[in-house]
């Protein structure tokens, strides 16, 4: 009954991931406007996984083979990774003890536990990876949908119950691609910005591709070729140029992956040939139709582009001069932006932003 019930929420998880319905305990302002780093919360989703980690432990521990013995030390590639892991968790939780935001500093550390709680359930618990990957696909298929919808619309709904924020084209702060002085409105879903549905939506439609070169069922085969395109349009929609390059990146190792080891059987290697017409068929024909944009968006020649960068580059050099403040503990999980209002106090809540690099935004914390 456990292995059934851990299914069914592990399942749940991968399809109500995106979903951003939260409770907001704490809201803070910063000389009038809203410091949108700083919010406290606590997601819907974040219940489900945590009721889930109760439930595997329950599950998990009776087939557990790794009990530590004075007498078995041994340290095997799984404990070194396990321990690795353990860590990095007990540093970024630890460093809510000296940030200058202790509860925001505990909330990320949460998170980032939570994340990786989430990968060990999935590693070790009962739910197969074509499963798992069907309930994502799933509930990537619903996004595509809705990013779709927003952007031929060009409007979003508010619907606070199940996350859906409204992001008016007109409004500053919104991501739109700048066209002759007009304001396109990027592709969100229930997501907070267009580059995270696109990041998502790369990793959905990679499980697609391993899911489809997997699979011999007819039916099957013809709903993963139907989301395919589905999928690959919204991902055009979020005018992500990171997500883009992934995906391209991410289809061409997909279609000479195995060449090296002997050449692939001929179904695999007519399901790659396949998508990757799709893709380039669907990439152009889309690119063909809003040419405008495609170009704005790569030449980067638009107000909002330049200014995007200017802000980026200066992003940089904060980041240096934090790591370099905060060079033995960092300036702790999530406090990035509570640093610059340290730093500097004047500027209104919306202009404190983390560094647009991930490395550089966890050495700066």
Known sequence: MLESW?????????????????????????????????????YVTELLLWLTALIFIVWYWPKSKLRFTLYDLRFTKDRVFALSCLAFILYTLSSSLWSIDQPLALQHGLRITSAFVLFFMLWLGPLSFRRAAWWLVAGASMQALLGIWQFLTQSTISL??????????????TSIVGLNGGRWLRAYAAFPHPNILGGYLVVSLLIIIILLTETHQM????????????????????????????????????????????????EKRQTKIILFSISLLLFSILTYIYYPLVHTRLTQSSPQDVRSNSERIIGYQE???????????????????????????TLPGYAYQPVHNVPLLVFSE
């Open 219 to 266: 039916k099957q085969r013809c709903l993963l070729f139907t989301l395919y395109p589905l999928l690959t349009t919204a991902l055009f929609f979020t005018f992500s140029r990171g997500a883009w390059l992934d995906f391209a990146v991410g289809i061409i190792v997909f279609a000479v992956a195995g060449t090296r080891r002997g050449t692939p059987d001929t």
């Open 160 to 173: 606070p119950w199940l996350g859906l924020v409204e992001h008016p084209a007109w409004q500053a702060g």
């Open 319 to 345: 980041s240096s001069h934090l790591i370099l403040q905060n060079i033995l503990l960092g300036t702790g999980a999530g406090n990035y932006t509570r640093a610059l209002i340290e730093a500097d106090n």
């Open 6 to 42: 851990l299914q069914r929420l592990l399942a749940a998880i991968g399809f109500l991931l995106p979903w951003q319905t939260i409770w907001i305990y704490r809201e803070v302002s910063v000389n009038g406007f809203k410091w949108e780093y700083g919010t406290l919360g606590f």
